[in-house]
């Protein structure tokens, strides 16, 4: 059973940063294409940043330039580095895996707010 826990939310003021982490179990995580998404209330579930199995990354706009997604193939874990945060940029995160099926983690709240 694929299982995906995210951790490292939490409340920060504006300009500041976090780092988010995503542990998977039960499946061969190089394998997995991996991707982060982000939903705010009254909003639709958005993608914020994927890399794929092979390494290729890409974002979406709103946070080029201040988030990086990475990923550690020996601790099947991936990473979130969210840095000149902004109050746009709250929302619940989630974790993505994607291969031959697509897992979903619990979410974890980041809350940008002075």
Do not use: H
């Not at 997995?32 to 890409?58: C, F, H, K």
């Not at 874990?77 to 940029?89: A, F, H, I, W």
């Amino acid at each position: 059973q694929v299982q995906l826990v995210e951790s490292g939310g939490g409340l920060v003021q504006p300009g500041g940063s976090l780092r988010l982490s995503c542990v998977v179990s039960g499946a061969i995580f190089r394998f997995y294409n991996m991707a982060w998404y982000r939903q705010a209330p009254g909003n639709q579930r958005e993608l914020v940043a994927v890399i794929t199995s092979g390494g290729s990354t890409d974002y979406a706009e709103s946070v080029k330039g201040r988030f990086t997604i990475s990923r550690d193939n020996t601790k099947s874990t991936m990473y979130l580095q969210m840095n000149s945060l902004k109050p746009e940029d709250t929302a619940v995160y989630y974790c993505n895996a994607n291969r031959f099926s697509t897992y979903w983690g619990q979410g974890t709240q980041v809350t940008v707010s002075s």
